[in-house]
């Protein structure tokens, strides 16, 4: 468990594609706000991983990121740092690659589930008239937040230990696992670090 009186904390985003710098300065604030010592780093190689805490995975293109992954040797160690009970962020694209189960999409284009989680997942489920939109998500113990989805997944189905914790109207955007969390949402782009205290509250 992470308390404010430990060492820092130390948070990788997995930087191999995707909006990574985005986490790392939206973490910063978080940090800020919620006075906790911490650091948000970037995570290229296995070796990156060994020095972390948590970890994001973020938005970018799914089958690109999961490639990479394997091509990085980082897809076993995050497997099994999700495992040991290390807190992970996954949003967006970084939402479908937890899944257990994807659509026709993500079989068709070979992505490598992680298969963190008890859920499945509709990539670009909201269709290309509603590519990329705004609306606001109903958290539980949070209210209102505003999401900024871009081409983002639907989390079609949960089952086993995995809960929603998120909607906006009837659909499912947000979901948590034990030290696991996904949104299908980008957090890092609206400025409002209520969402980055969801995954703080992990460690
Ligand atoms: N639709 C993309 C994918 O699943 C995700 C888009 C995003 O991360 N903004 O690969």
């Known amino acids: 468990m992470f308390t404010l009186d430990m060492d820092t904390l130390k948070v990788g985003v997995i930087g191999l594609q995707g ?3 985005e986490h ?8 800020t706000e919620y006075g906790v010592r911490g650091k948000a780093s970037w995570v290229r190689r296995e070796h ?3 020095s972390v805490d ?3 995975i973020p938005g970018g293109e799914s089958t690109t990121i999961s490639k990479l992954l394997v091509k990085f040797d980082l897809r076993e160690r995050v497997i099994s740092m999700a ?3 290390a807190p992970i962020l996954g949003t967006c694209a970084g939402c479908v690659l937890l899944a257990s189960e994807g659509d026709e999409l993500v079989k068709r284009t070979g992505t490598e589930l992680l298969s963190l989680m008890d859920m499945a997942v509709d990539r670009n489920a909201f269709g290309p008239q509603r590519e990329s939109f705004e609306a606001p998500v109903a958290i539980e113990g949070l209210g209102e937040y505003p999401g900024v989805f871009i081409r983002a997944p639907l989390i079609r189905r949960v089952w086993g230990k995995c809960r929603v914790i998120g909607k906006i109207g009837r659909d499912n955007v947000l979901a948590v696992q034990r030290n696991i969390l996904a949104a299908s949402f980008h957090p890092e782009l609206t400025g409002d670090s209520r969402f980055y205290r969801l995954f703080l509250d992990l460690f």
């Open 54 to 56: 948590g970890l994001v």
């Open 24 to 31: 790392i300065s939206a973490l910063g604030s978080a940090f």
């Open 48 to 50: 990156d991983l060994a």
């Open 83 to 85: 495992g040991e009970g």
């Open 19 to 21: 909006d990574v710098e």
